[in-house]
């Protein structure tokens, strides 16, 4: 990693999970707080996955202008709306479902309708979505982001869509709808959760310099990575 990426990423260690999640909660809302100020609305991306339940559990007995918030999905499984492995079921679940943001403002992926169709019509959605207030982002073992896998494509060329129909994903199930790397860069600011052992790898990956999907994500005011200290520890390769 060279001298500028190391300053457009800035690494911050945290003794474990719970550390992590109350630091996100506290950015999370710090964010929305300095948006509703000065713009009078707080446009949120949401990831996925294990990492953010947690976080998205204590941001429901936040006190905050839930009226002001605007919900969006990083990517999206390509399974029935009520699955729960879907993103958005485990997001209303834990937490959408129990604060008074209003209906309109939840702009769920439509990802039951498969991923072609699914990421036609959320790019409508986002046309009018000027840079998003705040992105959070998974990393998973291989360095994937969202829905974004290596050796796919990751819609980082200038003038990408602003979706990808992802038909091949590695990891069940194969279809799924991403936000593009590009999108997800237009951003006033981007936070990467990362926690859990069979992270370290990629975390390591990352660090190295190696081309992973989480590295295409650089925002102008680059990236901020909450990460379990233990990750940070050189792998031990044997001989």
């Given amino acids: 990693m060279n001298r500028v990426e190391l300053e457009l990423s800035r690494w911050h260690a945290v003794a474990d999970k719970l550390a992590l999640q109350q630091m996100a909660i506290e950015t999370i809302l710090a964010s929305a707080a300095q948006a509703i100020h000065e713009r009078g609305q707080f446009h949120l991306v949401l990831a996925g996955g294990n990492t953010p339940r947690g976080i998205y559990h204590g941001l429901r007995t936040a006190e905050t202008d839930w009226f002001a918030w605007h919900i969006y999905f990083g990517d999206e499984r390509c399974l029935p709306p009520v699955d729960p492995a879907r993103n958005s079921r485990m997001a209303a679940e834990v937490w959408l479902d129990r604060v008074p943001i209003p209906a309109l403002q939840l702009h769920v992926i439509p990802a039951e309708l498969g991923a072609v169709q699914a990421a036609r019509m959320y790019a409508e959605t986002l046309w009018a979505v000027g840079g998003f207030d705040l992105v959070l982002l998974g990393l998973g ?29 590695p990891k069940p199930p194969p279809q799924r709808v991403s936000l593009s790397a590009a999108r997800l860069s237009r951003a006033r600011q981007v936070i990467f959760l990362v926690s859990g052992e069979s992270k370290h790898r990629a975390v390591a990956e990352w660090r190295a310099g190696k081309d992973i999907p989480a590295r295409a994500i650089m925002p102008a005011a680059g990236v901020d990575v909450l990460v379990e200290s233990a990750l940070l520890i050189p792998l031990l390769v044997p001989n």
Avoid: I, Q
Wanted: no cysteine; proline share 10%.
């Fill in 141 to 169: 073992e291989d360095g994937h982001t969202a829905s974004l896998f290596p050796d796919h494509e990751w819609g980082t060329a200038p003038g990408s869509p602003d979706t990808l129909a992802v038909l091949d994903a």
